[in-house]
């Protein structure tokens, strides 16, 4: 095999594996994408359903909280006190507590819920960006490709004009005019 058949076929191996090595980046970056794409899902599942149990909980939460006070107060008026200040009062705080205690079920559920939708958003967009990062990569890594074959084709002795095979040195070549200035020219 002559020294350009060689050099010719380096070339294109080196732009096929540059080529290939582009693709498999581009590749890599859309598997992540879709990995993060997968997860953003699942976090806004987890969402709607944190928000099911929420309203789930705060629910059962308030039937039983109507329980208590509706047995503390049968409990008072059995005793004979259901009509005393200190009762109403007590009963008045406990209820006032077990709303709040609600209200705090609510607030943690929703809370988290709308954590996990923030998450999902997040992750969206990492997606976003890192299949764009692939494209550009697979862009940028193509860019190269007839470099790396220029490359792979001089290393393994091609020529195509550029390298000097008759071992000729180029030597400038000065002469003065009648002006009195040297001038300088390029020849073999």
């Not at 096929?16 to 953003?40: F, H, L, P, R």
């Not at 607030?107 to 997040?122: F, H, R, S």
């Not at 969206?124 to 490359?151: D, E, I, S, Y």
Request: charged share 25%; hydrophobic share 40%.
């Amino acid at each position: 095999m002559s020294t350009a058949a060689v050099a010719i076929t380096m070339a294109v191996a080196a732009a096929a594996s540059a080529t290939i090595d582009a693709y498999g980046k581009k590749k890599e970056a859309d598997y992540q994408a879709e990995v993060m794409e997968a997860n953003s899902k699942i976090a806004r599942q987890n969402a709607y359903q944190k928000r099911l149990e929420t309203a789930i909980n705060e629910d059962r939460l308030r039937r039983e909280n109507r329980e208590k006070i509706a047995r503390n107060t049968a409990a008072a008026i059995e005793q004979g006190v259901g009509s005393s200040a200190t009762t109403i009062g007590a009963l008045g705080q406990q209820a006032t507590t077990l709303e709040q205690n609600a209200f705090n079920v609510r607030y943690e559920g929703l809370a988290a819920a709308e954590n996990m939708d923030i998450n999902a958003d997040y992750l969206h967009q990492q997606a976003k960006g890192t299949k764009k990062m692939g494209n550009n990569a697979f862009r940028l890594a193509l860019l190269g490709v007839p470099f790396k074959a220029a490359g792979a084709y001089y290393k393994s002795g091609g020529t195509y004009g550029l390298n000097n095979t008759n071992n000729t040195k180029f030597e400038p070549d000065s002469y003065t005019l009648s002006d009195n200035k040297r001038y300088v020219a390029w020849s073999k």
